[in-house]
């Protein structure tokens, strides 16, 4: 359990000096190893204001036109209203986009 603690702290130091693009597409290419039952967490400072769960991925907006990077993430995820970490009767599967300059954190959801 100690190697892999290790291990994803020297990957977080590697990839913090990554462009964000750099860290989508690392983190899509370990996305086998972390498994698909993500949880995104965002907070409007340290409160916790949304989550979604059972999410795949986290994918970056693309112009129509230009095919040039936004500035979100979008995906599809369970809106969990009561934050308990578990997807319950009612709610729902919804789609949704954060922004690059929102606080948010993506991990896989070890509970469900």
């Not at 989508?24 to 949304?50: C, E, F, P, R």
């Not at 040039?68 to 970490?85: E, I, Q, T």
């Amino acid at each position: 359990m100690k190697k892999i603690f290790l291990a994803l702290a020297v990957a977080m130091f590697l990839m913090s000096g990554c462009t964000q693009e750099t860290q989508n597409k690392i983190s899509h290419s370990m996305q086998n190893w972390t498994g698909t039952n993500g949880v995104v967490d965002v907070y409007a400072g340290d409160k916790l204001v949304k989550r979604f769960l059972k999410v795949d991925k986290l994918t970056t907006g693309r112009g129509t036109d230009d095919n040039k990077p936004r500035a979100y993430r979008y995906s599809y995820g369970v809106d969990d209203k009561n934050f308990n970490l578990i997807a319950d009767k009612g709610e729902k599967k919804v789609y949704f986009e954060v922004s690059t300059f929102s606080t948010y954190v993506f991990y896989e959801n070890t509970l469900d």
